[in-house]
């Protein structure tokens, strides 16, 4: 009876053991399944993804890319997205991320894995995903950089006017606030494109008018150009050398020929180098129509 007994206690242990193995393994099977069905990042991406929306609601991106589709789903998975661009009129990846706590928490700056959320979850759930119109308008609330002009010495300033009642006065104020109070050490490049950050929506740049192809057509951050052309008038009068210039496909209004800078998406910039072995610094502002832009040196 003894024996008896450790023999099913050990055949009971067993059984244990095997029901132990078989949740385990059916839950492992289940995981793989799932894991199975996911969608890859391309089709994450691919899923939200509206190509004639998205040429239509970025001409800085068609003027540079272009209009096929496959090359602008590659500028929203490598740029656009970071950027804040909405994918569709259903998606946009930051108003997803901002709305839902627990996705932000669950997926952080993995920006691909909100595409794939919506795709297989959040659309079936009812979530909201798309732009967020009241936090781009928020978006156009720029602090101004405080410039310390103690210990600096004026070069030179020049100005230009604008109308500061239609829609382009919003990027050129924009424009204006971001590379004001920017130091240039000795030696540094300076980029401006970079430094007003990419025209979009949700950097707060508005719909306005824009030179394409020699043509006046509508475009995000029409006006950003006259701060850029400003700056460089600026550089000519201190006698400042540019290291990337292009000039209007049309003459502008604000400036002399040959006086101007037009930006276009990551393609077309005004760039320089501080000659100069102390440390430059540029301020702008832009005031009910006039927008001046300084350059000062460190003494």
Known sequence: MFFKGIIMKKKRLVAVIMTIFVIIMTVSVNTINIRAAELTDLQAYQAVFNAKYYAKNNPDVVMTYGTDANTLLVHYMNYGILEGRSASAEFNATAYRNRYSDLNALYGDNWVEYCRHYAQYGKKEG???????????????????????????????????????????????????????????????????????????????????????????????????????TLYACMLTVGLPATERHPHSLPVHYLPEGMDATISGTTLDLKFINIYDKPLMITSSADTGLLTVSLWIKE
């Open 127 to 229: 979530r909201n995903a798309k732009p967020d119109p009241a936090a781009m308008m928020a978006a156009t609330v720029v602090p101004q950089k405080n410039a310390d002009l103690n210990g600096y010495r004026l070069l030179g300033s020049y100005s230009t006017k604008y109308d500061y009642k239609v829609a382009r006065a919003t990027n050129v104020s924009l424009a204006s606030a971001r590379i004001n109070g920017t130091v240039v050490k000795p030696g540094e490049l300076f980029s401006y494109s970079n430094t007003i950050l990419p025209r979009t929506a949700a950097n707060g740049y508005v719909v306005a008018p824009v030179y394409i192809n020699k043509k006046v057509g509508s475009g995000v951050g029409g006006g950003i150009c006259q701060v850029s052309s």
